[in-house]
């Protein structure tokens, strides 16, 4: 009874490479939130996808950030030409609807460090 | 959007005494609030969560508190423990909204 699962669990790069984060969410849940959280700061919310579709992306940067859920596999969110600003942990969320009374699983997320 | 507020920032207490954490909400739109633990390294997990048509629920040590007239909702820790020790984070969310709006954090330690 696999929870949400996020991998890597650490991520290292250099400035300007791209960083790959992936979240497979709790079995039977079709609903992906991806957050971040900055050191001592609370989670931000970033985007929601369902599978095949992204349904909000207001937190999203609007550059070198994107993110997928694809019919098959894990939700990817994808960071381009990574700066020293974008090392954060990244937590990925889980739901089995979008209901606004239901609550997300969370996996313990991807420590990106970038040098 | 919604604003969520969370205080203390930094909680300390002795093993067996109670500890209560506060949060505040800005949007009255927002009728489900989950609270989460998170212990280092790991990523939040749910404890409680409460929905805007009940005032208060309560699971063994842990209870919730929502007073939707003045926007605050609590969580009260009751006996705790020293495994209590974690950052607890308090969100809210609008039935139609798509996302969590979480609080800063309360790091709560608990003194043997």
């Known amino acids: 009874n696999a929870g949400v699962m996020q991998n890597p669990r650490h991520l290292v790069r250099r400035r300007g490479q791209e960083a790959r984060l992936r979240c497979s969410p709790m079995?039977?849940?079709?609903?992906v939130y991806w957050y971040r959280q900055l050191p001592e700061e609370g989670l931000k919310f970033m985007v929601y996808?369902?599978?095949?579709?992204?349904?909000?992306e207001s937190g999203m940067p609007k550059e070198r950030f994107s993110a997928e859920f694809p019919k098959e596999g894990p939700s990817i969110l994808r960071i381009q030409q990574v700066v020293r600003g974008d090392s954060a942990a990244y937590f990925c969320?889980?739901?089995?609807?979008?209901?606004?009374?239901?609550?997300?699983?969370f996996g313990d997320g991807t420590r990106l460090s970038i040098l | 959007g919604e604003n969520v507020e969370q205080h203390p920032s930094t909680l300390s207490v002795q093993e067996g005494d109670s500890a209560v954490i506060k949060c505040t909400y800005s949007?009255?739109?927002?009728?489900?609030f989950p609270w989460y633990k998170q212990e280092l390294g790991k990523g939040p997990q749910l404890i409680i969560d409460?929905?805007?048509?009940?005032g208060e629920k309560k699971d063994q040590r842990i209870a919730v508190t929502l007073n939707k007239t003045a926007k605050h909702f609590s969580l009260h820790i009751t006996e705790t423990q020293p495994e209590d020790s974690a950052v607890y984070f308090c969100?809210?969310?609008?039935?139609?909204?798509?996302?969590?709006?979480f609080g800063t954090g309360t790091s709560l330690t608990v003194i043997p």
């Open positions: 969320a889980s739901s089995p609807s979008g209901n606004g009374d239901q609550p997300q699983h």
């Open positions: 079995k039977g849940h079709s609903h």
């Open positions: 996808l369902q599978k095949e579709n992204i349904i909000d």
């Open positions: 949007d009255s739109a927002s009728n489900y």
């Open positions: 409460i929905r805007s048509n009940v």
């Open positions: 969100a809210a969310r609008a039935l139609t909204g798509n996302q969590f709006y």
